[in-house]
């Protein structure tokens, strides 16, 4: 008699894989709930309140315009477009943001006409969405089981990815959409992606994983030169260990169970081959930057300032930063400034704490600019210490997991300090730090799954990851609602009529008329 497997063999294989899908579900439900909290949180943010998704803000059409441009073979777009942040050149304006957001964009604006200006609180929420995974990931991918089992494992999970979520700067910049914030947010999410794929990589090294974490680099490096500088410092650092590789005649079939050193690395098959696909990403990465520049501005810098009309049109901000960006003595002022433990103020009405305005000036800095920002120990404790704690596994290098995390937890630190060099002092350059917070950050709370005085670690995080919530969205709705410009006056306004009826509730006196704003 012939069996029922044999058939319906078709209904078998349907079975084991909707058992997979329950069995994996049930893995992970356990983070779905902060990853809500946290999405629903900066949706709120996004949308300031209203829920209008596709709302058209103010300076959030540059890249539609750059995308339609890129559509017809042109870099530059119209002087609407970019505004006040235009560089003139040759009769044409263009802007200096790197070209990812607009490639990102140019499925949307051919298949959506009438939809430019209204996709950044989208693009936003998913790379925020995105950041979540890969943080949870990250942590998935250190334990040695590659599951999270126990109910200690899965409360500090939680509270880690609440804390990449809405407890760091990533809510900051989902307050208000424009283009500074989507290139730094999307630089820094494709930077998490790239660790998510090298960490494959590393582990089982192919040619299409390769490409793929090649495909990141680029991407992350093309909308934020700073963040992504790390990304492409790693594929430098990742061929030269290939090419050391091929150099010594690896052979043609080794051991899968090779330790693969201090990075890590596995056995790879043809590292020649690995080691040209790898300096191909890397040329055509630093060779694309530099030919779009050149396309734009008839030169390789990606910032000439002697174009930029913010500055031709005021001779003293040029004079202040000599016609350039970077400035070497302005690092012990970034570092005081970003990662000192005191840049926090308070203030007597609703949220009562703050950013601060003056930089921590160490030696004679060219600063063109300095914005309300505070320091990461301060305003992001949870993540902060995490890292911390991550140093140590990473040192050790007991497991071949952590040993795979070095390379993006150096490199990833690097291309963010290259912002401690700009001349602008501001809380947006702070997420330039989150990959690199991230990738240590879930080193330590990899670390702190690790049986042992639960009921400590577990106060300890819930306590620090509420105060980094309560301060990042508190830095977020008075940027959002009081400081920064093209917000609606009536937005404005309610922000005033909170702290009324808070100052009504605590008897305290009505707070002054907001003014109308620029």
Known sequence: MTSHAAIFPASRDGDHRQGAAVAAWRRHAFVVPPMLVALAVCFWFATAGDGHLFYREY??????A???????????????????????????????????????????????????????????????????????????????????????????????????????????????TYVY??????????A????????AYLAAPSLSVLATVGACAFLSFHARATAGAGTLLAMCMLTLVLIVRASRNQPSNPPSHSPGGVLGLNTVRRPGVHAMLAAGIVIITIGGYFAINYAKFETFQGVPVRLYRMY??????????????????????????YFCGNALSFGPEFPWVYMVERARVLGSPALDVVEPYSGIPVSMPALFLLALAGIQPLLKGTTPQTRRLRLPAITLLLGGGVVL???????????????????LASAGAARLTVRGHERAKTALLVWLTAVSVALNCAFALYFQREYVWGEPQAKREELVDARRAINHILHRPPPPPVTEQP
């Open 192 to 199: 998490l992606l790239f660790t998510d794929r090298l960490l």
């Open 312 to 337: 031709t049109t005021n001779p003293r901000r040029m004079k202040i930063t000599g016609g350039r960006q970077f400035h070497v003595e302005n690092i012990p002022t970034g570092l005081a400034s």
């Open 421 to 439: 060099a700009t001349v602008g002092i501001t809380e947006r350059y702070l997420h330039d730090f989150y990959p690199w917070l991230v990738v």
């Open 66 to 176: 750059q995308a339609r441009s890129i559509l017809h073979g042109r870099l530059d777009v119209p002087s609407k477009a970019i505004g006040f942040e235009a560089f003139d050149h040759a009769g044409k304006t263009y802007g200096y943001f790197g070209v990812t957001p607009a490639l990102l964009r140019v499925p949307l604006v051919m298949a959506f006409a009438h939809m430019d200006g209204r996709w950044s609180r989208t693009m936003m929420l998913i790379a925020a969405a995105i950041n979540l995974v890969c943080a949870y990931r990250l942590v998935l991918y250190l334990k040695p089981s590659h599951r999270i089992e126990t109910d200690t494992e899965k409360i500090l999970t939680c509270l880690f990815v609440l804390c990449a979520g809405i407890g760091s700067t990533t809510v900051f910049l989902v307050s208000r």
């Open 59 to 64: 300076f959030c059409g540059f890249y539609d």
């Open 181 to 190: 914030h989507e290139a730094i947010m999307w630089g820094a999410t494709f």
